[in-house]
């Protein structure tokens, strides 16, 4: 559980100069990440540089807030990492740092019985409200506040879809106090609080694909964000749900072996200026782009590319 709760408190100590904050990564890293995130006129808050930093650099690293594995794949529970064909059925973490870390949660989603939230979600192709499952288990077992990501921007969400998420709400709080844990453990589990987390995922939550052993330079990046394999399961994380989407990005979000999430530099960057990943296919015609972006995250693309045409 240490690494979700330091990563959190490192995030949350910080300043409030006019319209911008910065991150104190102190006690963990050796030096802070060369960015700071501050409010813009036009997009929110946005991440940018504060030195140059050069094609195919690291910017920073993430550990997700959250995450949760794909139904059906042999992935770790805590980290999403490949487990071994030889990793017993019962013992769905890749090491004993992982077992170690998600234990409390772990044990406290083990005692409830999901087949009912899990046929409701599963068999409508719902994968986020697994990850408000995994969260529900984390502030349980106190390995997360219930809070963690209201510093995320909310999608809007429409009173019919609201209401259709009343069942999977009912069928979560009822797996849990069905296993007989307290009142007071759940009391945070409330419909508003189902809905304001998931309100934070839609707009914020990863795809996971893995890119194993093949990257090794900018060249090889490129080639193994399209042979990676299908996605591992989602992720929310903190920091890198505040960069801005650009159809021409120039950074990368990249999971090597596990949901530890790199951010890469995707070619030389100037001092100051803002660092922007792509959310969607940046292959896609600018009108295809523009639907997936509005229909998906909201917006309209304010990106030079969207605005000037391809
Ligand atoms: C993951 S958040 C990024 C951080 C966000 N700006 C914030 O303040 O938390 C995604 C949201 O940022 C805004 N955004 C990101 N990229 C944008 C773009 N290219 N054009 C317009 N709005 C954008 C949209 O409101 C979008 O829903």
Redesign the pocket.
């Known amino acids: 559980m240490a690494v979700f709760s330091s990563f959190s408190r490192r995030l949350f100590r910080k300043q409030f100069p006019l319209f911008s904050f910065y991150f104190s990564f102190s006690t963990v890293s050796p030096s802070p990440p060369p960015i700071r995130v501050a409010l813009t006129e036009s997009?929110?808050?946005?991440v940018f540089t504060t030195r140059p930093i050069a094609a195919a650099d690291l910017i920073h690293t993430a550990s997700p807030a959250v995450c949760h594995p794909y139904s059906g794949r042999a992935s770790c529970y805590s980290c999403l990492a490949a487990l071994s064909n030889s990793q017993p059925l019962r013992a769905p973490f890749c090491s004993q740092h992982c077992h170690q870390r998600s234990k409390g949660y772990y044990d406290v989603e083990m005692k409830a019985n999901w087949v009912a939230f899990d046929d409701y979600c599963g068999s409508r192709g719902l994968k986020y409200p697994f990850l408000v499952k995994r969260l529900a288990c984390m502030v349980i077992a106190g390995d997360a506040r219930s809070d963690t990501l209201d510093i995320?921007?909310p999608a809007n969400f429409t009173p019919e879809m609201v209401s259709k998420m009343e069942e999977e709400f009912v069928l979560l709080r009822n797996a849990f106090a069905e296993a007989l844990i307290g009142d007071d453990h759940i009391a945070f589990l409330t419909k508003q609080w189902y809905i304001n987390v998931l309100a934070r995922i839609r707009?914020?939550a990863f795809r996971i694909e893995l890119v194993g052993g093949l990257y090794e330079d900018l060249l090889s990046l490129a080639v193994a964000s399209v042979e990676a394999e299908a996605a591992v399961g989602n992720a929310v994380y903190i920091l890198p749900?505040?960069?801005?989407?650009?159809c021409d990005p120039n950074a990368h979000i990249i999971w090597i072996d596990n949901a530890h999430a790199k951010l890469k530099a995707l070619r030389d960057i100037d001092e100051g200026e803002e660092l922007r990943i792509c959310y969607i296919d940046a292959s896609l015609e600018r009108d295809a782009r523009r639907e997936l972006l509005f229909q998906g995250?909201?917006?309209?693309?304010?990106?030079s590319r969207c605005l000037h045409g391809d």
Do not use: M
Request: charged fraction near 10%; hydrophobic fraction near 35%.
């Open positions: 997009v929110g808050r946005a995320l921007q707009i914020n749900s505040f960069y801005n989407h650009d995250f909201g917006f309209q693309c304010n990106c």
